[in-house]
């Protein structure tokens, strides 16, 4: 497969930011990294080989980039103020800067589904709801989208602006309800193995139902486990029978 890495200095987050791209054509697959990883993790865990049949084919084009979780939510030395004002930043790098980059590497209608597990889970689920003007959908594989289970105690208007089980509950933004309602890709998977929390994905999905929000939600069996065979077997399933 065609593989290429780039980086430019970014704006918002005042830091040089690589970006792993796979692939030549098809729809763009965003992928965030889990906790403290960085833009080639899925490459190193052999999920890029797991997908290479469907990068080739040309279905997809993956873009992986960087964690900034060890400047937030990671960063123990940090005052939880300030973990959530580089968050924020590090969601205007993909909205700004990412999201342009795929669109120039790609073609302005084509269709980006972000797409993570564990703590990227969560980001790729609170990017997409953000912004559904341009982020398309979503694969969310064993997350927990509350995300002062990651703030350590700390909870202030920017965690809950971040946290989609918090502010979907009170969103009442009609054309952006909207704009989410129309994405035909929120999938939601997750195991009930080891370390997995199969509660933390059906209570999301409950609350997209509240709100009349079209989601797919797949919980498996406890032979699932919270590691890189389950996500190396999910992901490929779905870009081959969804997209």
């Not at 889990?34 to 993790?41: C, G, K, S, V």
């Not at 960063?75 to 580089?86: D, L, P, S, V, Y």
């Not at 969103?171 to 309602?181: A, K, M, N, P, Y």
Request: net charge negative; aromatic share 14%; with cysteine.
């Amino acid at each position: 497969m065609n593989r290429q890495l780039t980086s430019w200095f970014s704006p918002a987050l005042q830091k040089e930011m690589p970006i792993a791209t796979y692939g030549d054509f098809g729809f763009a697959l965003l992928l965030v990294p889990t906790a403290a990883a960085d833009y080639l993790e899925y490459e190193r865990f052999q999920l890029m080989d797991s997908l290479a049949p469907y990068i080739n084919s040309g279905k997809v084009k993956v873009f992986s980039v960087n964690s900034i979780n060890n400047e937030s939510w990671l960063n123990n030395n940090m005052a939880g103020e300030h973990k959530a004002i580089r968050h924020n930043q590090f969601n205007e790098y993909i909205y700004n800067e990412v999201v342009p980059f795929i669109k120039n590497s790609t073609s302005p209608e084509t269709p980006i589904i972000t797409c993570g597990a564990s703590f990227g889970a969560l980001h790729s689920i609170n990017l997409f709801l953000k912004r559904p003007d341009l982020i398309n959908g979503v694969i969310a594989m064993s997350g927990v989208y509350n995300l002062s289970e990651y703030s350590k105690g700390f909870f202030d208007e920017q965690v809950y602006f971040n946290s989609p089980m918090h502010y979907l509950k009170n969103l009442s933004d009609h054309h952006l309800l909207e704009q989410i309602r129309r994405s035909n890709h929120i999938h939601i998977l997750t195991g009930s193995g080891d370390y997995e929390d199969p509660n933390a994905s059906k209570e999301f999905a409950s609350m997209l139902y509240s709100k009349g929000i079209n989601y797919e939600l797949d919980v498996r069996g406890h032979e699932w486990k919270h590691d890189w065979p389950t996500w190396r077997a999910m992901l490929p399933l779905y870009l081959e029978t969804r997209f």
